[in-house]
C-alpha cells in the first residue's frame, strides 16, 4: 500500500494568527508565590511599556 491519505495532518492558514507581530517563545523557570506574582507583574508591564522597563533597569 504506497498511497498516501489526502487528508489529516496541518492546514495553510490554520490555527490563531499573530497578535505582538513576532512570535514569543515559551520559556520555563522555578519562581515561590511571591517570586511569581512579581514575575507576572513585570510581564505585563513588559509587554505593555518597554521603554518604561528599560528605563527601570537603566539598561538604554
Known amino acids: 500500500m504506497t498511497d498516501k ?3 489529516g495532518g496541518k492546514r495553510e492558514g ?8 513576532e512570535v514569543r517563545k515559551q520559556r520555563q523557570l522555578r519562581a515561590t508565590e511571591k517570586e511569581w506574582e512579581i514575575i507576572k507583574e513585570f510581564a505585563k508591564i513588559l509587554k505593555k511599556d518597554p521603554k518604561r522597563v528599560e528605563r527601570m ?4
Open 5 to 7: 491519505a489526502k487528508w
Open 14 to 21: 490554520a490555527g490563531r494568527p499573530l497578535t505582538a507581530g
Open 57 to 60: 533597569m537603566n539598561i538604554e
